[in-house]
């Protein structure tokens, strides 16, 4: 259960059943029972918003570029650590090549499977990872899982938190519709976790890790982000939880079915992936 999961499943009025031996049950501190976050300020939430459309557009800014860009573009004058502390929140990092420091970093680490591959068939390769997206009161996190093949979206899920259960989740619904013979996704600790990689390995698929600061390794993934917030989060500007996941599910539906795309020579993702798995 995720942390949530646990939280909600306290019953303060139990007949039985203290709080403090709910907790010892689920195995969640008293602590966290009672923890609130203290949510961003606005002019935090606005520099996100600028941080996100700016390395949507430049991936390679990291802290200190970014705090300079926002002092000269926008007249934020705000330090790197601070810039540091909101992209960290927002779960992005620059993505250039940096020494590997990988060691004792308390995950097995998968070999990156898909140098000089040719991917060239619907289920070889299928690939997920996280997006930010700001809302005007708060943000949530975006993650996919896309075939590299078509481009297609097998299943995507909206959170409030990090936490991995809602990418298991969102994996287990794409493995509903198929079985890649390769996933790939960066190191990040909702990949790297044991219930992500050994349900992988159950049905049998290779599992992919990207090099540390490498930035063509999910290229894909990264393609689709800047398409679902150009062409529909930032022109829509949601206000709502509610609203921005039904204009996502409307978004992912013509993505995938009306959207033609130049390097699948004008096909839609859902027509070549049909295509290539002998379905309609």
Same mark, same amino acid.
């Given at each position: 259960?995720?942390?949530?999961?646990?939280?909600?499943?306290?019953?303060?009025?139990?007949?039985?059943?203290?709080?403090?031996?709910?907790?010892?049950?689920?195995?969640?501190?008293?602590?966290?029972?009672?923890?609130?976050?203290?949510?961003?300020?606005?002019?935090?939430?606005?520099?996100?918003?600028?941080?996100?459309?700016?390395?949507?557009?430049?991936?390679?800014?990291?802290?200190?570029?970014?705090?300079?860009?926002?002092?000269?573009?926008?007249?934020?004058?705000?330090?790197?650590?601070?810039?540091?502390?909101?992209?960290?929140?927002?779960?992005?990092?620059?993505?250039?090549? !940096?020494?590997?420091?990988?060691?004792?970093? #308390?995950?097995?680490?998968? $070999?990156? +499977?898909?140098? @000089?591959?040719?991917?060239?068939?619907?289920?070889?390769?299928?690939?997920?990872?996280?997006?930010?997206?700001?809302?005007?009161?708060?943000?949530?996190?975006?993650?996919?899982?896309?075939?590299?093949?078509?481009?297609?979206?097998?299943?995507?899920?909206?959170?409030?938190?990090?936490?991995?259960?809602?990418?298991?989740?969102?994996?287990?619904?794409?493995?509903?519709?198929?079985?890649?013979?390769?996933?790939?996704?960066?190191?990040?600790?909702?990949?790297?976790?044991?219930?992500?990689?050994?349900?992988?390995?159950?049905?049998?698929?290779?599992?992919?890790?990207?090099?540390?600061?490498?930035?063509?390794?999910?290229?894909?993934?990264?393609?689709?982000?800047?398409?679902? !917030?150009?062409?529909?989060?930032?022109?829509? #500007?949601?206000?709502?939880? $509610?609203? +921005?996941?039904? @204009?996502?599910?409307?978004?992912?539906?013509?993505?995938?079915?009306?959207?033609?795309?130049?390097?699948?020579?004008?096909?839609?993702?859902?027509?070549?992936?049909?295509?290539?798995?002998?379905?309609?």
């Amino acid at each position: 259960m995720s942390i949530e999961q646990q939280r909600t499943g306290i019953e303060p009025t139990h007949p039985k059943l203290s709080v403090r031996r709910q907790c010892e049950l689920l195995g969640l501190s008293r602590s966290t029972l009672y923890y609130q976050p203290v949510p961003e300020t606005a002019e935090n939430l606005a520099m996100m918003r600028l941080i996100d459309e700016e390395y949507t557009r430049h991936p390679f800014k990291g802290s200190r570029r970014m705090a300079a860009w926002l002092s000269q573009e926008w007249g934020h004058e705000v330090n790197r650590k601070r810039v540091q502390r909101l992209m960290r929140q927002m779960g992005l990092e620059a993505i250039y090549p !940096k020494p590997n420091r990988s060691t004792g970093s #308390g995950h097995k680490v998968y $070999p990156y +499977l898909l140098r @000089g591959v040719t991917v060239s068939r619907p289920d070889q390769v299928w690939s997920a990872d996280i997006t930010y997206v700001g809302m005007p009161s708060g943000f949530l996190y975006l993650a996919a899982v896309i075939d590299w093949y078509s481009r297609y979206v097998i299943s995507w899920r909206l959170s409030n938190t990090l936490d991995g259960e809602f990418c298991l989740d969102m994996l287990n619904e794409a493995l509903s519709h198929g079985q890649p013979e390769v996933f790939n996704t960066d190191q990040g600790v909702q990949f790297t976790a044991n219930a992500w990689t050994s349900r992988l390995e159950s049905v049998g698929t290779r599992v992919s890790m990207d090099g540390r600061g490498r930035c063509l390794d999910n290229v894909f993934v990264e393609r689709l982000w800047r398409s679902v !917030k150009y062409e529909d989060i930032y022109l829509r #500007g949601y206000e709502h939880v $509610p609203e +921005l996941r039904q @204009g996502l599910r409307t978004y992912f539906q013509f993505y995938n079915e009306k959207r033609h795309h130049q390097s699948l020579n004008d096909r839609t993702p859902a027509e070549v992936y049909r295509a290539g798995r002998g379905t309609r």
